[in-house]
């Protein structure tokens, strides 16, 4: 017997898929309706009115993997663990990849729809971008300065609870056994004091101390640092420039 593949079973959850022979299979296979029933679930959960409470309701890993592979997504940027060890990156040029591409903007949509409902809106804005690079990934804040050509930074100031804080998404990190810093600096990098340190996901929040002039302090930098007990920065930038905010 032929399962009903996973995007047939996503546009069926969605009622976009009114195909007969997919609907008889439902009630005839158990796998592929568990399947169906999931995927439902996240279907109304996601179209529940109100507030809605953000339980991991997911799809199973096959869909993932299915949808992961369609949109190309690479693996750092899936949330979800593949725990039958198939990643998006190993189905990503199987022989059905071009039959696949001719449905993609269906199935773009649907699976935007579905993963939006799980896993918040900066997944959904990744997703609805067809065009965008794979690397491309959501970041907050005024675009800095490249000073490595695969980097890229955002930062921003945030203020909103009354303490100031500096959020800084850096993409296309270097490869390092060593660390990134981020510092603020006024406009001569002359003057600078280091906030903290990056995230292994080259994301981090850091409180900027109200003692801090801002107005002199105006300028965000990250550098690579080795782990050789110097705290000075290395002169080894990879963004710098003006956050917003
Ligand atoms: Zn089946």
Not at 109 to 127: D, M, Q, R, V
Not at 133 to 156: F, I, M, T
Not at 217 to 230: H, R
């Amino acid at each position: 017997m032929k399962h009903t593949d996973e995007e047939t079973l996503a546009m069926m959850a969605l009622g976009e898929e009114t195909d007969p022979a997919a609907s008889l299979h439902l009630y005839e296979c158990d796998h592929c309706r568990r399947e169906y029933d999931s995927l439902r679930r996240i279907v109304t959960v996601m179209r529940a009115p109100g507030p809605v409470e953000h339980e991991p309701l997911l799809p199973s890993d096959d869909v993932w993997n299915s949808i992961a592979a369609e949109l190309q997504v690479p693996d750092r940027a899936v949330p979800l663990p593949a725990s039958d060890g198939t990643t998006g990156s190993t189905r990503r040029t199987g022989p059905g990849a071009l039959r696949r591409t001719k449905r993609f903007p269906v199935v773009l949509a649907a699976c935007a729809a579905l993963l939006g409902a799980a896993s918040g809106s900066a997944l959904t804005w990744w997703l609805t971008r067809p065009d965008a690079p794979v690397e491309r990934v959501v970041a907050d804040g005024r675009q800095l300065d490249s000073l490595r050509a695969n980097s890229a930074g955002y930062a921003h100031l945030k203020s909103d609870t009354g303490e100031r804080s500096l959020e800084i998404t850096v993409k296309g990190l270097p490869p390092t056994a060593g660390y990134f810093e981020v510092w603020l600096m006024d406009r001569t990098h002359t003057k600078l004091v280091s906030m903290g340190v990056l995230g292994p996901d080259g994301h981090a929040v850091l409180p900027v101390p109200a003692t801090i002039d801002l107005n002199e302090y105006s300028v965000v930098d990250v550098s690579l640092q080795a782990y050789n007990g110097k705290p000075d920065h290395s002169g080894d930038s990879i963004v710098r420039g003006l956050y917003d905010g």
